[in-house]
């Protein structure tokens, strides 16, 4: 099969840029095409036809030597719709044809505390896919059956791709939040989750004020029209405090300056890998006193994908795509790279 792989780490070369990693090769195509093996459905694993699948912020991570993949080459990609084409030995749940989604969390033990809990995204053994197996970024694929998700009609291949990152992520980060029906919740920076997670919060009959970074007026215009009872920048006081906020950002600020709105007994809930810069220091009196809470959002379970594929359905969540043929990649990388992607970017695999 056709696969696009990753061989090496690397710094995606950027025009006018310089280079940031002496330590890195600079390329402009970071993925090279390849003619690779079909893989081959295992015990309770289906063969997926890819379809389509979506682009992500994480393989700028994984290409550029942030996340650490255990072998190369590597085909990345975890936003994953296809079709079922073959079942392995005792595949029970899914017939041949069913169209089905992958997202970021590939397998876990299935036995741990965090596994019996519905938490496999804490399990040790947490594998994700396009990094610890091969994901989408090619015509064929293998996952377990207990980790691929029917995909609701009312999709497209391409619209379902990112709802099963940004949009199931957010969806986690919302239940993490603790915010309930009707509530009033804050959003912090207002990228690829947060524009799915407010028209959720907005179906649950809450109050949303959203705050980005000073000036970045095509965000709050974009949360205006999805719904947002207010609009600001990190640092402003919204008319109301906050039962629960969601921080998106990968700075320190929004955390602390959530904590200031936030109700007595409320919760912030952070949803990002990494911060590139420490959490401030925290004021006991102004910022902790009165029982608030704060949470870190990691990965996904499965639950997660369970629940908010059906509800996004419900709702009439259609993210922004824009497609690229899978040979096409490296320029959809690149884009991502530079902060100019409108939309969220799908690989096209088999019509
Ligand atoms: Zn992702
Ligand atoms: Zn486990």
């Known amino acids: 099969m056709k696969a ?4 090496e780490f690397c710094e995606i070369e950027i025009e006018g840029e310089p280079q940031r990693r002496a330590d890195l090769p600079l390329k402009k195509n970071a993925l090279e095409m390849a003619e690779i093996p079909d893989p081959e459905p295992a015990e309770r694993e289906i063969l997926v036809q890819v379809s389509t699948c979506g682009v992500c912020h994480t393989e700028l991570d994984e290409i550029e030597g942030r996340l650490i993949p255990p ?36 397998s876990s033990c299935g036995q741990c505390d965090f596994c019996r809990q ?27 059956e207990d980790f691929a998700y029917p995909i609701p009609e009312s999709f497209s291949d391409a619209e379902a791709a990112p709802l099963l990152c940004a949009g199931v992520i957010g969806y986690r980060a919302l239940r993490l939040s603790a915010i309930k ?53 990190t640092g402003d006081t919204p008319p109301e405090k906050l039962d ?20 007595k007994g409320g919760r912030v809930a952070i949803n990002a890998i990494r911060k590139i810069e420490p959490l ?6 102004e910022y902790v006193w009165h029982e608030k809470e704060l949470k870190s959002v990691a990965n996904v379970a499965r639950r997660d994908a369970v629940e908010f594929l059906p509800l996004a359905a419900e709702i009439g969540i259609k993210p922004e795509v824009r497609e690229f043929h899978l040979e096409d990649a490296n320029d959809a990388l690149r884009l991502l790279k530079q902060g100019r992607m409108q939309g969220a970017g799908v690989l096209r695999i088999f019509d």
């Open 244 to 263: 629960s906020a969601i921080d998106f950002t990968p700075v320190g600020e929004p955390v602390k300056e959530a904590l200031r709105v936030l109700k």
């Open 71 to 106: 072998r190369f080459p590597l085909v990345l990609g975890h936003e994953v719709v296809g079709k079922v084409a073959a079942l392995g030995p005792k595949a029970s749940k899914f017939a041949l044809g069913d169209r089905v989604g992958i997202a970021w969390i590939f």
């Open 118 to 144: 519905g938490n496999e995204n804490l399990c040790d053994d947490f594998q994700a896919t396009g990094l610890d197996a091969d994901g989408g970024y090619a015509q064929y694929t293998v996952v377990s």
């Open 181 to 233: 029906e009707g509530g009033t919740l804050g959003l912090y920076g207002f990228g690829a989750s947060a524009h799915i997670a407010i028209q959720v919060a907005k179906h649950w009959g809450c109050k949303v004020f959203v705050f980005t970074r000073k000036g970045q007026k095509d965000h709050q215009d974009l949360a205006k029209s999805l719904g947002a009872d207010w609009v600001g920048a």
């Open 4 to 7: 696009m792989v990753l061989k």
């Open 280 to 285: 401030p220091p925290l004021e006991y009196a």
